[in-house]
């Protein structure tokens, strides 16, 4: 059976190694304070993902409860992962 951390690595591929290079090389040129902004607009994004899902699966509501029920799903996700022992300790 493979080692935990090759369970889930994805698969070799040249043009992925050399996107991964390129957001590396990106990351490294970034003052700390664009890096957070970045971080803090990534976050952002992913937020309004997860209200625009909570929309599609529930129409009828309003986007204050859409945006209620998208933290309330992110607080459930996250007790159900911090729970898990973390493959890096």
């Known amino acids: 059976m493979p080692p935990e951390s090759e369970k889930h690595a994805a698969p070799e591929r040249p043009a992925a ?15 700390p304070e664009r890096k957070l902004r970045v971080i803090f ?7 309004e993902l997860r209200v625009a899902g909570v929309k599609l699966r529930f129409p009828e509501m309003s986007d204050d409860e859409a945006r209620r029920r998208a933290v309330a ?15 890096l300790s």
Do not use: T
């Not at 996107?19 to 970034?30: G, S």
């Open 17 to 31: 190694r050399k996107a991964d290079q390129f957001r590396l090389e990106a990351l490294r040129r970034m003052s």
């Open 41 to 47: 607009d990534m976050w952002e994004y992913g937020f």
């Open 73 to 87: 799903e992110m607080v459930e996700c996250h007790k159900k992962n911090s729970s898990r022992k973390s493959p």
